[in-house]
């Protein structure tokens, strides 16, 4: 299934990857009729040198131009008028990608509960999937914040592909205590909604608007709450700002989401381990091969920075940049401007080393 777009000034793409074959998991599970939504924006060169792959967060899409403004788009560091920009959305979310309300080919059922749990590693798998279908091999620039972060790893480490630059952002090597308890916590709010075991599509929302309350927490920080919702008044008793803002989040995500692909995406974040199978996770970090920036939030709450800095440490020869800014972990969605100054210096020194490289070799 294809829709072409041509706008004035790049091409864009949404389209549909059937995988003919059976999509085996880390688990060693299972899945039939894999099916991968995409969009690409510009045009492949002729060395396919030009492409840029970006690898999306918990509750994202594959519409990088939409969820990135101000790093994708024209105009923007990453623009379609010179790059070959690709982002797919993965294994579990709902917008296009084989997920939880699928149809079961042997049922003929939605999956619901009994879709098979997957890893980071299998979203990874997917990508490269993908990449093979599209004839590409080489990747000028992989990037991908949070849990697209944790995918881009794990790509990186599969080495089914030639990436060039690597580009980390508010991510981690392997996912914290902290952040697995925010996970339980999130699916315990989700799983005591009893319409979540009812088969239903709209089956645990109630739970799911629970859940964003819960994830919102870890996703700002107290200063950001004080800057957007402090009342202006001192005689309220109720109906405070910040109340409204916790409920309005949640219904927002529940008209666009559901409550099956959180529960397992969320399993997904809590599996990434780069040292699972490996000899140590600083081990494995020491093999990447591309030119490496790791930026992290200086405020984050969910991927606090040492997490960040320990990647830096132990990727060879890797960048490290870091951000300050009221909005903790979702100021790598937020503050482009900050992350078009950090990753355009970054790719500059890249090409420099580039050509150096190259004069040497001559």
């Not at 894999?34 to 840029?52: F, P, R, S």
């Not at 403004?69 to 979310?93: M, V």
């Not at 109630?206 to 919102?216: D, F, M, N, P, Y």
């Not at 381990?273 to 020491?286: M, W």
Request: with cysteine; aromatic share 10%.
């Amino acid at each position: 299934m294809s829709k072409n777009i041509n706008t004035e000034n790049f091409n864009t793409a949404s389209e549909v990857y059937k995988y003919p074959k059976i999509f085996k998991l880390e688990s060693g599970k299972k899945l039939r009729n894999l099916e991968i939504a995409y969009q690409t924006y510009g045009k492949l060169n002729a060395n396919k040198d030009n492409v840029v792959w970006a690898c999306h967060a918990l509750t994202a899409n594959a519409d990088v131009l939409d969820w990135w403004k101000g790093l994708f788009g024209e105009n923007a560091l990453f623009n379609p008028k010179d790059h070959f920009i690709i982002c797919a959305n993965i294994i579990g979310s709902n917008y296009g990608t084989t997920n939880p309300l699928s149809e079961n080919p042997i049922t003929k059922q939605p999956y619901y509960l009994s879709f098979p749990e997957f890893t980071i590693r299998d979203l990874a798998a997917a990508h490269h999937l993908l990449a093979t279908h599209l004839g590409i091999t080489q990747i000028k620039t992989l990037i991908g914040g949070s849990l697209g972060g944790q995918q881009v790893l794990e790509w990186s480490l599969a080495g089914t592909n030639t990436i060039e630059n690597l580009i980390l952002v508010a991510t981690n090597a392997v996912h914290s205590p902290w952040g697995i308890a925010f996970n339980e916590s999130q699916r315990l709010a989700i799983s005591t909604d009893r319409t979540f075991y009812a088969n239903q599509p709209a089956g645990g929302l109630k739970g799911l608007k629970v859940a964003r309350s819960i994830a919102l927490l870890s996703y700002r920080t107290y200063q950001a709450y004080n800057d957007t919702q402090l009342e202006s008044i001192n005689d309220k008793t109720g109906d405070y700002r910040a109340a409204s803002y916790q409920n309005y989040q949640g219904e927002k995500l529940c008209k666009r989401f559901n409550a099956y692909s959180y529960w397992y995406l969320s399993k997904a974040m809590d599996s990434h381990n780069v040292g699972r199978g490996r000899k140590s996770i600083t081990d494995a970090l020491s093999k990447l091969k591309a030119n490496t920036l790791v930026v992290g939030i200086e405020n984050d709450v969910l991927f606090p920075i040492n997490e960040q800095q320990f990647l830096a440490k132990h990727i060879t020869d890797a960048t490290f940049a870091s951000i300050n800014c009221a909005y903790g972990h979702d100021g790598f969605l937020i503050e482009t401007d900050k992350l078009t100054n950090i990753i355009g210096n970054f790719l500059k020194e890249s090409a420099n080393k580039k050509i150096i490289k190259l004069s040497r070799t001559a």
